[in-house]
């Protein structure tokens, strides 16, 4: 449960970065500029880009600029270009928070190699005396690898609930996966789990982005209020788009045993 009598209300939000593809330099004005007015307390970004001495970081950079806690952690480490130049680079995951961050850690998950590797992420955060863990994953994109998606889902809740010491937990990412497909029937093989997505804010089908609030079913509430599509028009300043996803942002209610 809750420890104090409060009711706090975060917004949080999900974008795949699209590490260094097209304009990087513009895309990265354009996240920063549409982020700021947004005033997100959690951001789960996937495919961040960073070179190999991390001077150049997408997630860093945007933690700079909106005064936010980050932890980041590499990933699919390849030769990409930037700006025509080929080089050395990571496509990872962060987690920015205006929360302090307690730890963080990189977990690996079941992979294919003609995907490369695919990590989650893991990190406490606390509000006063609250514990909140958040999950931030990036699932593998390879078309028919349905079972593949499921078996690194599975590793994840599995984790969660395994180690559980926390009031609750906020599970997002790209599940590369649609909400209506089978992948969600997951959650049902851990019946202590009550998990809510955030309304996707695409079509059904189409969005592969997603956000969870799940807690034991004998817990305090955690119920999302609202969600939206965010970084969805081409930013003014920058005349082009923050990424080929579009980001899902909700807002979540984190309730006292009692309410």
């Known amino acids: 449960m809750l420890h104090d009598a409060t009711v706090s209300r975060l917004s949080v939000l999900t974008l795949n970065t699209w ?3 097209g304009d990087y330099r513009k895309r990265l004005s354009a996240m ?11 951001v789960l970004l996937q495919e961040v880009y960073s070179n190999r001495d991390g001077s150049d970081n997408t997630a860093r950079h945007l933690a700079r600029e909106l005064d936010i806690n980050c932890a980041y952690h590499p990933a ?3 030769t990409r270009k930037l700006d025509g130049t080929p080089m050395l680079c990571s496509s990872g995951l962060a987690i920015l928070s205006r929360y302090p961050i307690i730890w963080s850690e990189r977990y690996v998950l ?3 190699p003609r ?5 989650a992420q893991f990190a406490e955060i606390r509000i006063d005396r609250t514990r909140l863990l958040l999950v931030n994953l990036h699932l593998s994109h390879l078309d028919f690898a349905d079972n593949l998606r499921r078996r690194q889902l599975n590793c994840i809740i599995s984790r969660m609930t395994n180690a ?18 089978a992948l969600f029937e997951t959650f049902a093989d851990y019946p202590r789990l009550a998990a809510t997505r955030a309304t996707s804010p695409a079509p059904i089908g189409l969005g592969v982005d997603h956000l969870f609030a799940v807690r034991r079913r004998d817990a305090a509430p955690l119920l999302i209020s609202a969600a939206s599509a965010t970084l969805d028009e081409a930013d003014e300043d920058a005349g082009i788009l ?3 996803h579009l980001g899902v942002q909700a807002w979540i209610t984190l309730g006292t045993a009692g309410s």
């Open 115 to 119: 995907d490369g590797e695919r990590i």
């Open 76 to 78: 699919r480490t390849k």
């Open 242 to 244: 923050a990424s080929d």
């Open 19 to 21: 590490n260094c593809q």
């Open 164 to 181: 559980w010491d926390h009031d609750h937990i906020l599970l997002g990412g790209d599940f590369n996966a649609a909400a209506d497909t």
């Open 110 to 112: 079941p992979c294919d």
């Open 32 to 42: 920063t500029n549409g982020l700021a007015p947004l005033g997100p307390d959690i």
